[in-house]
């Protein structure tokens, strides 16, 4: 809110900053719309489909509002579609997106998921088990290790990784004076990067079943095809060695991490601007630490062994780790039956903000498909390339594609039919390409900072998506750049 007296006191001041806003708001606008309307009907956008994200990007960096930047951009890829119709558009994309079946699953499984975590957190679960760790753990490289260590341990999803250890871990960190930032950026780098070289996890179920549908493996042999492309799908390797070398303190604090560490070993872990999740001040651990213990490992493999039962289907799996928990505590009395279901109400409240982030990169999504971003970026750079040279460079376009979008999933899945007869022209072997194409997904998912994996760890480990993205900006450019040589020598 703006303070009335620096009103009085710079009134030119004021008037001249609100507007210049005001103006470029007119000026974008206008800018869009003149686009929509002066654009031949049934032509390729070409260059322009780059518009609308570079908008988000710019909005995004400037004023660090991320769900607005994300709707501003599909407002103004509405405006290029088709300006006299641009409000009914955006309400149909809207409504689009909402019945989309990812979106009600991400949706179904981050809200239950943050009930779940609710439960543990106020039947003293959690607390039991960072109490633990804080008995055993005696230094701040140890923490960081403890959080290495278990990211790879829950493998099955990003999103369970996410939201379990960003949740466990904050007070062992805290302990030891760690940045939320730098807790975020150790959970965020365990999630996608280990969730695509590990063969039993929703990544390589839903990839190994793009493989069958487009033709690259015969049907039933998918997921034989994938795991035969892991050791190419050298992201994820190259992140783990990045993350361990950064536990170990190997790699030193860099860029904004260093001044987030810096203000963390003051006393201030969490960063201004953000409120942490606090399920209630009177959460006190279990009397017994090895039944508080058990209370939070057993639904959290309940969860784990449900979602594998279900084929890898964590939303199976937390339906169940829901019931199992309610149960299990209700018979330990260990709070009554209305503050579970009151807990699990307050966990899906408490996921809002990074469901409305990743509805709103859908949005956008939604627009660039229409506006065939992905496919002209590929088409443009396809015929440039070279046998030596195309797996490095469909790595960092592709991934550039899913930075830009924030669809891992989608991108490879509109880049699968483009870039493997490329591949096949070339003479790459077919691991090849998918290990460039894996790794691309995991990339731009992991440095994108409205992507799901990415707003998800900022919320479980309490700081902004935008605070977790620039921080952990440094350790991307390195991993991306260790892939990037990777795949220039193995063509």
Known sequence: MTNPSSVIHNPVRYFNKHTMLS??????????????LTHPKGQDYGWLSLLPTTLVLIFALTTHRTVEALFCGTIAGALMLNPENAVKQVVNISLEVMVNDT???????????????????????????????????????????MTFVLGIVIFIDDYLNAIAISSSMK?????????????????????????????????????????EANGIAVAGQGIHVYIDSIPYMAYGWVTLVVVFLVATEKIPDLG?????????????????GVQDI??????????NPTIGLINFLLPM?????????????????????????ICFYGLQKLITMN???????????????????????????????ALGITQYVIETVGPLLSAQLFPAVIFLVTGGLVFATASSWGVF???????????????????????????????????????????????????????????????????????????????
């Open 23 to 36: 103006l470029t708001v007119l000026f974008t606008l206008g800018l869009f719309t003149y686009i929509g």
């Open 103 to 145: 979106i009600a699953w991400i949706i179904l499984v981050c809200g239950l998921m943050g009930g779940l975590i609710a439960i543990l957190e106020k039947g003293g679960s959690i607390l039991s088990f960072s109490n633990i760790l804080v008995t055993k753990i005696k230094s701040r490289k140890q923490s960081l290790l």
């Open 171 to 211: 007070k062992v960190t805290d302990n030891y004076k760690i940045s939320r930032e730098k807790l975020a950026y150790m959970v965020d780098s365990t999630a996608a990067p280990i969730c695509i070289i590990i063969p039993i996890s929703t990544w390589a179920v839903f990839f190994a079943s793009l493989l």
């Open 256 to 272: 904004a991490m260093k001044a987030a560490e810096k203000r963390a070993r003051s006393g201030k872990t969490k960063p201004d």
């Open 278 to 287: 606090d399920f209630g001040a009177d959460i006190k651990p279990h009397s």
């Open 301 to 325: 493999a309940i969860l784990v062994l449900a979602s594998w039962y279900f084929g890898i289907d964590l939303l199976a799996g937390v339906f169940v780790a829901i019931a199992f928990t």
């Open 339 to 369: 503050e579970m279901f009151d807990a699990v109400y307050d966990g899906i409240k408490v996921m809002l903000l990074p469901l409305a982030t990743v509805i709103g990169g859908f949005m956008l999504k939604h627009v660039n498909d």
């Open 413 to 491: 899945a509109v880049a699968m039919p483009i870039v493997f007869p490329l591949a096949a022209h070339l003479n790459i072997p077919v691991h090849i390409t998918i290990g460039a194409l894996l790794s691309a997904s995991a990339a731009g998912s992991h440095s994108c900072f409205f992507s799901d994996s990415t707003v998800i760890s900022a919320q479980g480990s309490g700081c902004s998506p935008m605070q977790h993205a620039i921080t952990q900006l440094p350790y991307v450019v390195i991993a991306v750049g260790a892939t990037t040589l990777f795949f220039l020598f193995v063509a």
